[in-house]
């Protein structure tokens, strides 16, 4: 079985107001797979914001 997931968050911390992040998984059977990218608006001008991020991973899955 598989299925696809997303994820939309809003933090305020002492840097931003308007941090805004996004995320997708897909679970392919045993497998997890999922990336998330921190701070939308900052990866526009990266030069100017304090803080953006990315991640991406792979989980097994044991039930």
Do not use: E, H, P, R
């Not at 805004?20 to 914001?49: E, H, P, R």
Request: aromatic share 14%; hydrophobic share 40%; proline share 0%.
């Amino acid at each position: 079985m598989s299925s696809l997931k997303g994820k939309i968050t809003y933090t305020v911390d002492d840097f931003s107001y308007s941090n805004i992040s996004a995320g997708i998984s897909a679970k392919l059977g045993k497998v997890n797979i999922y990336s998330i990218f921190g701070n939308i608006f900052g990866w526009q001008n990266l030069a100017n914001t304090n803080t953006a991020s990315m991640q991406f991973g792979v989980n097994l899955v044991f039930n």
